[in-house]
């Protein structure tokens, strides 16, 4: 290639015949080993990416790739990179980035050497093995990550399926059990929210809610109401899920109160990569703004508090909207961002001026819609 012109009577490869693999789909997933049919997360204990999870669950399960020097690395939640070593550091180096290589669908991953990522031993550890050559073990698939999410009731007790079948807001820690993926169908927008043992919650006799269901059916569906802080659920009965004295989950409320709101705190994003139907969103060359148009992206932060989310990027400086609706990204305060996952895989930014963030025409972040419009939803 040539600029923007491509030809093909190249008898050889040179510099010119030689392209960088971009990858169309979110940045943030899964990764699933293709001979281990495991997924890989960050294991603390170990101080290592292990390939041995049955299901991608909570924060450790993400994998963001960055990519760099036309090169791609694998960053972890808590912000290191895996080094073809199988070590996880601080920085990105020559040691951390690879190179993309799709062979039938799957992913692979080259390193500076010409090895390949590969599950070794018995957690399975990320890390370079000796073959030059992908083979079964070397492939990966790319999962899209769902929302995973914490629930807390009027009780002020996070929503739990710890003590059995019954769906009920009685825990004081979150933990697996009160972790919960959202599912969200593509046709209607309504979610279905899955377990960590694999289950579903499902509206049962005299509107009990109960993590029985093995399979997605009318009754595990649920409308999320977004209420600005907090949230309410609407089961398949029509009716409105509330808290009982005892904590446990029914939907048999017609209205909504304080017993039927609820905080919905997103777990497994620590850090976010925002695409719209223009492109990433990344800072603005020599100005406070951020672009909404680029082919590249910046990855940025996000902290929780009482219903909302606080963005912030370089140097610590925090997202705010402008008077003008512009959003600014240099701010030395936290402003308060409400998230609505409307879509799959699509999540509506609410600013404190109650407009939506949307990518104008010209390319620039503003937080000026009054509804919620494809130019409102986000890849995250």
């Known amino acids: 290639g040539r600029e923007d012109r491509l030809s093909c009577f190249a008898p050889s490869v040179t510099e010119g015949e030689l392209w960088t693999v971009h990858l169309a789909m979110h940045p943030q997933a899964n990764l699933l080993s293709v001979s281990r049919r495991r997924y890989a997360h960050l294991s603390a204990h170990e101080d290592e990416i292990a390939t041995d999870s049955n299901l991608p669950w909570g924060v450790d399960a993400l994998i963001t790739l960055c990519f760099q020097d036309k090169k791609y690395s694998l960053r972890t939640a808590d912000e290191r990179y895996l080094r073809c070593d199988g070590t996880l550091v601080p920085e990105p180096g020559a040691g951390t980035g690879y190179t993309l290589e799709l062979k039938a669908g799957k992913l692979a991953f080259k390193d500076c050497d010409g090895k390949y990522l590969a599950p070794t031993g018995p957690t399975g550890t ?28 009027a009780n002020g007790r996070y929503v739990s399926i710890r003590q059995g079948v019954n769906v009920s807001a009685n825990q004081d820690e979150e933990l697996n059990h009160e972790t919960f ?23 049962v006799a005299h509107g009990g809610i109960q993590a029985v269901a093995t399979e997605i059916a009318a009754n595990t569906m649920f409308d999320i109401e977004w209420r600005g802080r907090r949230v309410a659920l609407r089961a398949s009965n029509g009716r409105y899920v509330c808290t009982k004295r005892n904590g446990q989950l029914a939907a048999v409320s017609d209205a909504v109160g304080e017993d039927e709101e609820f905080t919905l705190k997103l777990i497994n994003r620590p850090m976010l990569v925002l695409r719209g139907e223009h492109g990433f969103v990344c800072y603005h060359r020599g100005s406070n703004l951020l672009d909404s148009n680029r082919s590249v992206y910046d990855v940025f932060h996000i902290t929780f508090s009482d219903g909302a989310y606080q963005i912030q990027g370089q140097g610590g400086k925090y997202w705010y909207v402008a008077s003008s609706g512009s959003v600014c990204s240099d701010g030395d305060l936290s402003e308060d961002f409400f998230f609505e996952f409307r879509e799959r895989g699509r999540v509506a930014i609410k600013g404190k001026n109650g407009r939506y963030l949307r990518g104008d025409p010209a390319g620039t972040l503003r937080a000026d819609s009054e509804s919620v419009l494809r130019a409102t939803l986000w890849e995250y």
């Open 181 to 203: 993926q959202m599912q969200i169908d593509r046709d209607t927008n309504k979610c279905s929210l899955h377990t960590n043992t694999g289950s579903y919650w499902t509206l």
């Open 126 to 153: 990320l890390k370079s093995g000796r073959s030059s050559k992908p083979g079964k073990d070397e492939l990966f698939d790319l999962e899209e990550s769902h929302p995973q999410v914490v629930f807390t009731a």
